[in-house]
């Protein structure tokens, strides 16, 4: 708990206070708080943490920053379990529409990959130097409702990026892309060229916009086409490939298959030429995002254009918003999106 000043008011704990309660030095504080942990024990560390988390110790503000009561600087936390997170193309777009519009206004943004919830139980003991964070968090619904409760510990502004808040945390906002609408778009296209098989084609990795577009595609077709579902190693295109060639070759009946984002589409031309199918007449192949490497196929593919980037400017703009005190309650905005024609349904 915080320690009283002369005056009798509450002040902050500080390194000392940390250190004196955790029977180490200041200095060891330090270098647990900031991940400097060569020379730190597992059990003195682990003395540190519980001292921080017993005194809520938050590291102090310097400068400007402290001046202001600001750190001008926002975050974007991703819990993704490949460590080259930046790697997958919606969050590149997420983070380049974040950092660009805060740059206008003299922000910084800070982006932390976390591979799992052990990675954030670090994260949250040390200083996290920003007023405000977006998250984008992959895996079941249960663990997703775990992470964002944890960071909702943090009492800083916060937008959950494509997935809706649990209903117990109302004070955090949300913005997500009209994923149910874009696949229901592409099954209706692909019915009307008549289509009555289709596989989607979802990465291993569950999130959930994933969820949704899947979700979308057998509400879609009814009783109208089959949806099957087959669940891919997105994070390695060449075995990709290969798992959409396989259920191509033992399911000859197959009319179109939906990648759940471009590289998956990708994948699935891939594999029907493997197989020798032509695309469009033999096998019908759509995407998902409409990112720039979606126009290099041959045919080009079809799929739905992602407002990533915008998303990004949205996310910014309403925490800045909430950090100045003009963003009143929670916002939660679904943004649109569009078919992308291409050659790959004909």
């Given amino acids: 708990m915080a320690k009283k000043s002369a005056v009798g008011r509450s002040s902050k704990p500080s390194l000392k206070d940390v250190a004196k309660l955790a029977n180490v030095s200041v200095m060891t504080v330090s270098n647990v708080i900031n991940g400097r942990m060569a020379r730190v024990g597992d059990e003195v560390a682990a003395r540190v943490r519980e001292a921080v988390r017993e005194l809520n110790y938050r590291p102090q503000r310097s400068g400007r920053s402290l001046r202001l009561q600001k750190e001008f600087a926002l975050g974007l936390t991703v819990l993704h379990p490949d460590r080259r997170f930046l790697d997958d193309p919606y969050i590149t777009q997420v983070a380049a529409g974040m950092s660009n519009f805060l740059a206008t206004i003299g922000y910084s943004l800070m982006v932390n990959g976390l591979r799992n919830l052990k990675a954030l139980d670090t994260l949250m003991e040390r200083s ?6 977006a998250v984008m968090v992959s895996g079941e619904r249960e663990q997703r409702v775990q992470v964002y409760k944890k960071l909702a510990q943090l009492k800083l502004p916060m937008v959950v990026i494509q997935d809706a808040p649990p209903p117990d945390l109302p004070e955090v906002s949300s913005v997500c892309q009209d994923d149910g609408v874009g696949a229901g778009m592409l099954v209706e296209r692909l019915i009307d060229k008549r289509a009555k ?27 109208r086409a089959r949806i099957d579902h087959l669940s891919c190693s997105e994070d390695d295109f060449e075995l990709s ?10 399911h000859p009946n197959t009319d179109a298959v939906m990648g759940g984002n471009d590289q998956l ?4 031309m891939q594999a029907a ?20 490497f979606q126009k ?3 045919p080009t593919l079809c799929s739905v254009s992602s407002p990533a980037y ?28 569009s078919v992308v024609d291409g050659g790959s349904i004909g």
């Fill in 265 to 268: 589409g990708l994948a699935a």
């Fill in 128 to 133: 996290f130097g920003y007023d405000g964070f």
């Fill in 310 to 337: 915008e998303i990004g400017q949205e996310v910014s703009k309403m925490l800045i918003d909430l950090i100045n005190g003009d963003g009143g309650e929670a916002r939660h905005l679904l943004m649109p999106v």
């Fill in 197 to 223: 098989r289709i596989l989607f084609a979802a990465s291993r990795q569950v999130w959930p916009a994933m969820e949704r577009r899947a979700a979308a595609a057998v509400a879609a077709a009814g009783k």
């Fill in 273 to 292: 030429e493997r197989c020798g199918l032509s695309v469009p007449s033999e096998l019908m192949v759509t995407g998902y995002n409409a990112f720039l």
């Fill in 296 to 298: 290099f196929s041959k």
């Fill in 241 to 250: 490939i290969r798992q959409i060639e396989t259920w191509l070759r033992s």
